[in-house]
């Protein structure tokens, strides 16, 4: 299995953004399956071939999709613990994690939210939601050291908020990094930009779907609606924040 690390770093021109330099970290090109950041998050938390692995995720969940594909690619068993009631047809999601082996079982939103583990499922290791502990921090941290180029500010989307913190962790004086929110009701935090989730997570709307589009037409790049697609909304409206001359870098994950 070949992965394309480190990921390219692309510069982006866009008249929305001038004064600005930007570089797109494309990390959705590291591999096919296991896209930016799920690779990042899984790779200190692969368990022995032939064990078997316990996670969460709502329907959604690439974080569940990228595990599954984990599963086939490096021989363990997965089991996600959903979100919310069991739907048919299953969504694309959903579906192309059944079809690379994982198990689904599903929680109403009061068990999800205590982050109830059945019992009959109480003794195989878990992995939290979205790769969201040090291992996963410990991967996240890794992109920044592949980047070559002089920056100010990295960007980057925010569900679970691994990613940021991994990030964070790696920056040296004078750097920071932003974090949009793709959730609705995201803590307060002074690195996270509450106000472009779109309604929420998995949420969109024709002004988002018009952005998608538009994007892709001017740069060739087709951005995750459920997450990078909001942050970048967020990166080009709010472009006016940053200090002209500063070099920016956006996580395409």
Same mark, same amino acid.
């Not at 913190?165 to 974090?179: D, E, F, H, Y």
């Not at 793709?182 to 024709?206: C, L, M, N, S, V």
């Given at each position: 299995?070949?992965?394309?690390?480190?990921?390219?770093?692309?510069?982006?021109?866009?008249?929305?953004?001038?004064? +600005?330099?930007?570089?797109?970290?494309?990390?959705?090109?590291?591999?096919?399956?296991?896209?930016?950041?799920? =690779?990042?998050?899984?790779?200190?938390?692969?368990?022995?071939?032939?064990?078997?692995?316990?996670?969460?995720?709502?329907?959604?969940?690439?974080?569940?999709?990228?595990?599954?594909?984990?599963? #086939?690619?490096?021989?363990?068993?997965?089991?996600?613990?959903?979100?919310?009631?069991?739907?048919?047809? +299953?969504?694309?999601?959903?579906?192309?994690?059944?079809?690379?082996?994982?198990?689904?079982?599903?929680?109403?939103?009061?068990?999800?939210?205590?982050?109830?583990?059945?019992?009959?499922?109480?003794?195989?290791?878990?992995?939290?939601?979205?790769?969201?502990?040090?291992?996963?921090?410990?991967?996240?941290?890794?992109?920044?050291?592949?980047?070559?180029?002089?920056?100010?500010?990295?960007?980057?989307?925010?569900?679970?908020?691994?990613?940021?913190?991994?990030?964070?962790?790696? +920056?040296?004086?004078?750097?920071?990094?932003?974090?949009?929110?793709?959730?609705?009701?995201?803590?307060?935090?002074?690195?996270?930009?509450?106000?472009?989730?779109?309604?929420?997570?998995?949420? #969109?709307?024709?002004?988002?779907?018009?952005?998608?589009?538009?994007?892709?037409?001017?740069?060739?790049?087709? +951005?995750? =609606?459920?997450?990078?697609?909001?942050?970048?909304?967020?990166?080009?409206?709010?472009?006016?924040?940053?200090?002209?001359?500063?070099?920016?870098?956006?996580?395409?994950?």
């Amino acid at each position: 299995m070949v992965f394309r690390l480190p990921s390219p770093l692309q510069p982006l021109d866009d008249e929305r953004l001038a004064g +600005l330099r930007v570089f797109l970290k494309r990390d959705d090109l590291i591999h096919p399956d296991f896209p930016g950041n799920k =690779w990042r998050k899984l790779k200190y938390n692969l368990p022995p071939p032939g064990s078997t692995l316990v996670t969460f995720g709502g329907a959604y969940s690439s974080h569940l999709r990228a595990t599954a594909a984990a599963g #086939r690619h490096f021989g363990f068993n997965t089991i996600a613990l959903v979100r919310g009631e069991e739907r048919h047809p +299953l969504n694309p999601v959903l579906a192309a994690a059944v079809a690379d082996g994982m198990s689904l079982a599903y929680l109403d939103r009061a068990a999800y939210r205590r982050k109830a583990v059945p019992p009959e499922f109480s003794d195989f290791p878990l992995l939290p939601e979205g790769g969201a502990n040090d291992e996963g921090r410990r991967g996240c941290a890794e992109l920044v050291d592949e980047i070559d180029e002089p920056f100010d500010v990295i960007c980057c989307s925010v569900g679970t908020g691994t990613t940021l913190a991994g990030i964070a962790s790696r +920056l040296k004086p004078g750097q920071r990094a932003v974090g949009y929110a793709a959730i609705k009701g995201h803590r307060p935090h002074p690195d996270i930009e509450p106000d472009f989730h779109f309604g929420g997570y998995a949420r #969109r709307t024709p002004v988002l779907d018009a952005f998608v589009d538009d994007f892709r037409e001017r740069h060739g790049i087709t +951005l995750d =609606w459920v997450y990078e697609a909001k942050m970048m909304y967020g990166v080009i409206a709010q472009a006016d924040r940053f200090p002209p001359g500063t070099t920016l870098i956006v996580v395409i994950a």
